[in-house]
């Protein structure tokens, strides 16, 4: 396989067309129709379903996109730190992002970080975390955002924000829950939970499980997106615990989690890094930019980002 069949895929995938996926790699539709069969072949299995109007990912191809699209990024990451190297006058920003972050506050900051021209280029990695400690320590990453936890030690960490925690369900028609507004977490100290693996979200729900003395009680199996986590609520699998910026779009049951009657429970958001470096004062600033924005933007001060 080459870099240039892997292309084609997500470039496919991206236009649900081999034409405009041609014409996008500016290259002839047979040359990426081969490109895409030759690179099928070799995975042993297919990546699209071909009909005469459209294109479609098969279920390997919903299974395999996602590792095709970190060979890519991959590439691009090797091509940014190599440039970072051969050209030190145009640096060049690393940042690993927790799944768990706020991407619509998130994608705010960037631009008012951009706007500082303090980098002449930003390369973004959303990392789970065991891969995001590793960067850090191996210094691939300048610094990272993720959910502050018991197991979380960095050299420098700078609070961000935090958000509320919510309750989801299972949808078993509980009369209790039906007329409650709040859930308290004694409440769950023998309910199964779905968890997420590798974000930090079951981490800091550890956390809160352990700071109140209850034993937590996994479900079995493991979700692999928020998204997941509360269609298995909404099955009646079990319930779960997200943030509220990772709630359901569709309306679903939900209930604020409390840790007492007058304390919410919450999820807090760090930016960490493990970096001294050669530009320790530009990164310095980038990080206290970044937290400022950060925090305003989800405390609701939208206009911070129009205060020079």
């Known amino acids: 396989m080459n870099l240039a069949q892997l292309r084609y895929c997500v470039t496919a995938e991206q236009t649900r067309s ?3 996926a041609a014409e996008a790699c500016c290259i002839t539709q047979p040359t990426l129709s081969n490109g895409i069969a030759a690179l099928e072949k070799e995975l042993g299995g297919k990546i699209f379903k071909r009909t005469t109007r459209s294109i479609s990912l098969t279920r390997f191809g919903h299974h395999i996109l996602p590792f095709i699209q970190s060979v890519l990024d991959a590439r691009e990451e090797l091509e940014k730190t190599a440039q970072n ?5 145009g640096q060049i920003l690393r940042m690993g992002l927790s799944p768990l972050i706020d991407m619509s506050v998130f994608s705010k900051a960037l631009q008012h970080l951009k706007a500082q021209n303090l980098w002449s280029d930003i390369f973004i990695k959303q990392c789970l975390i065991g891969d995001m400690r590793q960067r850090l320590e191996e210094e691939t990453i300048d610094f990272a955002l993720l959910p502050k936890h018991s197991g979380s030690s960095f050299k420098k ?5 935090e958000e509320p ?15 409650k507004n709040r859930v ?12 997420t693996n590798g974000c930090g979200l079951s981490d800091v729900i550890e956390d809160l499980f352990k700071e109140a003395n209850l034993t937590l009680k996994p479900y079995p199996g493991q979700a692999i997106s928020y998204t997941v986590v509360a269609e298995w609520a909404d099955l009646g699998i079990a319930g779960s615990i997200l ?7 569709a309306p679903q049951k939900s209930f604020p989690l409390y840790k007492s009657q007058d304390e919410p429970a919450y999820i807090y958001y760090q930016a960490v890094t493990n970096i001294q470096g050669a530009e320790p004062e530009r990164l310095n600033d980038t990080l206290n930019l970044i ?11 939208v206009e911070y980002l129009f205060v020079s």
């Open 243 to 249: 943030p509220k910026s990772q709630l359901p779009s």
């Open 157 to 161: 960490n700078y609070p961000l924000y």
């Open 184 to 195: 308290f977490i004694e409440e769950l100290a023998d309910q199964p939970l779905i968890l």
């Open 291 to 301: 937290t400022k924005t950060l925090s305003s933007l989800a405390n609701g001060q």
């Open 85 to 89: 190297f051969h050209q030190p006058e």
């Open 165 to 179: 925690l919510f309750y989801l369900p299972p949808d078993d028609g509980d009369l209790t829950l039906s007329r």
């Open 18 to 20: 081999f034409s405009k």
